[in-house]
């Protein structure tokens, strides 16, 4: 008679049909909708913008710019992957198997946006070792201990401070962006995400070398400047 090894089976179907990196309540959601609403002039009026610190973190024994981030994660098939603060992006699949390679080589990488006018994709995640780039979009906010969330901003001069456990930034809203930063829902805390302005060319323009995303409406990032 004739037998089959049942829980190796059970084990090959779960591989298969398994999410590959799986949601968690520690993350912050994503809404990639977005929200349109505005504040009044009056809620505006009552912020305004504090002090400045280190603007650079600790990965791997090396200080990094904070738009620099490490991968952490990759799924099984490189579709997705997650990065050193949590956040998990879906990646373009002609782009998984160099996603694979990447959790390898443990480069660090940013986040940058995607110029291709005919992607879906918003967003590229940039090996800062190489230069290549994959594209991708994000799935999963970071995990809440390791966001960066607004706590005092001005639209009126385009400024928003940020505040995580390890630091607190300022930064300056390119002014062709402050349309897209005033449509941000400043009544709920906003987590963020820093990447880098793609472009950005420091031998010809000194200014908003970062991309602010906006977790909760991740159509709505903006270029920035920290100051």
């Known amino acids: 008679m ?23 309540v520690d993350h912050e959601p994503v809404d990639v909708e977005g929200s349109q609403d505005t504040i009044s002039v009056e809620q505006q009026s009552n912020f305004c913008c504090g002090s400045s610190s280190n603007n650079t973190y600790l990965a791997g024994g090396t200080y990094l710019p904070v738009s620099a981030h490490v991968v952490a994660e990759v799924s099984a098939l490189g579709d997705e992957l997650q990065l050193e603060d949590g956040s998990t992006w879906k990646v ?89 930063f005033a449509a941000w829902n400043f009544s709920d805390a906003i987590p963020l995400i820093i990447g880098q302005n793609a472009d ?6 000194s200014g908003f070398e970062a991309l602010l995303i906006n977790v909760r409406d991740t159509k709505n990032s903006v270029r920035a400047h920290q100051y």
Request: include cysteine; glycine fraction near 4%.
């Open 92 to 180: 373009d699949s002609y782009d998984c198997q160099q996603a694979l390679h990447w959790l390898r080589q443990g480069a660090p990488v940013t986040i940058v946006q995607n110029k291709s006018w005919f992607s879906s994709y918003q967003f590229c995640i940039q090996n800062k070792a190489t230069g290549a780039m994959i594209a991708a979009n994000l799935f999963q906010g970071p995990w809440k201990d390791q966001s960066q969330y607004v706590v005092e901003f001005d639209i009126h001069l385009g400024t928003v401070k940020l505040s995580n456990p390890k630091e607190i930034t300022r930064w300056k809203i390119n002014p062709s962006d402050i349309s897209r």
């Open 200 to 205: 950005y060319d420091p031998s010809w323009n």
């Open 2 to 24: 004739k037998t089959t090894n049942k829980p190796f089976q059970s084990l090959v179907f779960l591989c298969f049909t398994a999410p590959a990196l799986l949601f968690s």
